[in-house]
């Protein structure tokens, strides 16, 4: 039995505090469910239909079929396309919902939004090959939504959807047209997998996984979407200051956490809580009203508003725990149930925004993003009456945060380069990979997951990685994690960066103006963020004149969980990206998906899966596929 536990300075203090409170926590329910179900890791348990449930025995001495016939192969096939098809869902939710409130504002049926980003939203809609100049930003701005919820809409199976067809490169577009893989429209493809998958229809793994790939694509279409119409929406981030872990948290104030994902609500709350700090004042809080973020939400908040982020993904509960939150408020995923128990030991209310997304024992506000406003103002209140039932005598906030410069979207460090070459901004990018200064770069993503200790597979991989020159980008938990941990300031990459990246970051950081280097680790954002990181790489392989699957750049997901990372790392595979899992797939009951996706993959997309559960070894592996691709380009 393995007994993972949590890597974050701050729960030295918090757990045995829950202990000694009667209060579980995600690593106590980890532990109490060992063993876990050996068919379920293996994936070979179906259960989509009621002739089941079915399990294939993997020693062979048992069934090999299920009542139906299937075999493991097709019964991992798919239960993983499902998992894809999931994810793609819940970010294209995301994305359709962001859409939708552009369209609002377009229509001055929002009041309460405004577009914060003129300049993005024009080369948003030339990208999209509308008029980005038209005088009246509004009919761009309504041009722009219309377009985008056509990927919502398209009927036309051989027009791909607009958002992936304007971002990727020509090369990669063809590939992906070639294997009939290039999603038209997001809601059918998420369909058709879940329609090929129900009992009697599509048995041929290869086929499934072909159209769990189109699904996984159709993810990254929604996060592009998302993550570039919230930046015209709410902003584009910009390198901030800011801070990380439950020190943030203020005694003196009254503490609202912002969780979830969706920027619509989270933006808003920053906005009345600044309104509204003399009410809380009044209450007795005397520093005022303080936000700070939990997960996605607290990522996005926090590269673009330098809201200081709280907890990832596993230490949602420990910031509970402090006694010192007031009001945790979230909107859309990775919210575990067990907060509204946690909260309700204390004084803290949990509340629920969003009609698919409720809680028992939460107190639900209504969001509409007509009414943003108003229901921001609830929300704070519920806060401030909140602190008002506060138990001072329960509040231990563990006096541990770590600074973190944080914001770095593409445009921040396509902005960041040109102070070297305004002409060029890439080329010094594409100088120092090609002379070796950079051996490569690396995205980390992902969740959190208590099969690992929390955060340390991230950071063990990624100071591996800098001490040999590898250029580092994050996105998620696996920001949060860097951030908390330290390794987003100039400080961390004197001590880790190896002596070329160091030159380099010096160098870069110095003439943006940041009175050093950049950070170890540049925080892209949210995990709908990691578009980004695509967009970078896009640029670098257009100016190289190749395609992405040439590139020394690789991904890695240490501490992957939600169906949301299975269907990312699933794109970022299709793109030709060799993807890193620091977790075992439960896909391994099926040899054929098991070299399909970690082998045979490579010939036909470049990209693959790379599974190693030690850290130290996954640092190793992903060096060496960086020196592979070098080694492929000459250089
Ligand atoms: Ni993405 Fe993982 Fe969740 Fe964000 Fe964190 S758990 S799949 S990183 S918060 S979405």
Redesign the pocket.
Known sequence: MTTNHCNDPCAATLIPLAKKEGITTVWDRHKAMQPQCGFGQLGVCCRICWKGPCRIDPFGDGPQQGICGATADTIVARNVIRMMASGAAAHSEHGRHVALALLGVAEGKLPDYTIRDEGKLRSIAAKLGLDGTREDILAVAREVALATLGDFQNQDHDTPCAWIASTITGKRLEKLAALHVLPHNIDAVVTGIMARTNVGCDADPVNLVLGGVKGALADFNGMCLATEISDVLFGTPSPVVTAANLGVLKEDAVNIAVHG?NPLLSDVVCDVALLMGDEARRAGAKDGINIVGV??TGNEVMVRHGIPLAA??LSQELALITGAVDAMVVDV??IMPSISEIGACFHTEIITTMDDTKIPGATHVNFREATATENARQIVTLAIEAYKRRNPQRVIIPDIKRTAMVGFGTEAIVGALATLNAEDPLKPLVDNIANGAIRGIALFA???NPQVDQDSSFVTIARKLARNNVLLLAT??GAGAFAKHGMMTQEATLEYAGDSLKAVLTAIGTAAGLGGPLPLVLHMG??VDNSRAVEVAVALANKLGVDLDSLPLVSSAPEA??E??VAIGTWSVALGIPTHLGIMPQVTGSPVVTKLVTETVKELLGGYFIVELDPDRAADKLLDVIDERRKALGI
Request: aromatic residues 6%.
């Open positions: 994902h997960c996605c990832n993904y995923q990775c992902g969740c959190n998620g938990c949210s995990c969980m939600s949301k990372a």
